[in-house]
């Protein structure tokens, strides 16, 4: 069997790539920096916040989206008109910041 000559390897130094070949820019169409994603703003958060016998205004609950936080005060407001839940009063839904 015939000696084939191995092929080369280009070996440089720096350059960060196999076989010294140099990096990899993708070509940018826009000719500037790439746009940013478009990104959903975040919908509002609200809280239910209540007035405690003695202690002044409390937060019940995490900050949530409003569908939810409606669904919270109609609970907390049947269970305070109904006397079930002496120590609060005066629910209502305040956004937050």
């Known amino acids: 069997m015939p000696d084939l000559p191995l092929p080369s390897i ?19 169409p826009w000719g500037r920096a790439m746009p940013a994603p478009a990104r959903a703003p975040r919908p509002p958060l609200y ?4 007035t405690r016998a ?20 109609d609970v907390v407001d049947g269970a305070i008109r109904s006397g079930a839940e002496k120590e609060f009063s005066d629910p209502h839904i305040v956004r937050c910041v």
């Open 10 to 28: 280009r070996i440089g130094r720096g350059g960060g790539q196999p076989a010294g070949l140099p990096d990899f820019k993708p070509m940018n």
């Open 54 to 73: 003695g202690r002044g205004q409390t937060p019940i609950g995490p900050k949530m989206q409003r569908q939810y936080v409606d669904a919270l005060f």
């Open 47 to 50: 809280q239910l916040v209540v």
